[in-house]
């Protein structure tokens, strides 16, 4: 699934891509540029996968994410680490999350 944001005309700004197999949901990518952040967007769109996932059997959500990325977004809406590879790429970790729907 895909869940897209775009501008009035209609070109692509930011977004999240996602797959559901064996009741998980798994997110792919998830982007959104500095302009757009810190509006409450992202919680959105976060809110919106994971009902779609719920709507179509899923039970817990999965993804990665590095350090200087989402951890931090993601944590605020109930994910937990799960793995970690430390140092990855140097100075900084990379992470595995899940949350249960």
Same mark, same amino acid.
């Given at each position: 699934?895909?869940?897209?944001?775009?501008?009035?005309?209609?070109?692509?700004?930011?977004?999240?891509?996602?797959?559901?197999?064996?009741?998980?949901?798994?997110?792919?990518?998830?982007?959104?540029?500095?302009?757009?952040?810190?509006?409450?967007?992202?919680?959105? &769109?976060?809110?919106?996968?994971?009902? &779609?996932?719920?709507?179509?059997?899923?039970?817990?959500?999965?993804?990665?994410?590095?350090?200087?990325?989402?951890?931090?977004?993601?944590?605020?809406?109930?994910?937990?680490?799960?793995?970690?590879?430390?140092?990855?790429?140097?100075?900084?970790?990379?992470?595995?999350?899940?949350?249960?729907?």
């Amino acid at each position: 699934m895909h869940i897209l944001v775009v501008d009035k005309d209609g070109q692509w700004q930011g977004g999240t891509t996602a797959e559901i197999y064996w009741n998980w949901l798994e997110l792919r990518g998830f982007w959104l540029p500095d302009t757009l952040r810190g509006q409450g967007l992202g919680s959105s &769109i976060l809110a919106q996968v994971e009902n &779609i996932g719920k709507e179509h059997g899923a039970s817990k959500v999965l993804l990665t994410t590095f350090e200087f990325q989402g951890r931090t977004f993601y944590e605020r809406h109930g994910y937990k680490v799960v793995g970690v590879v430390e140092d990855y790429p140097p100075g900084t970790n990379y992470y595995t999350m899940v949350k249960v729907l």
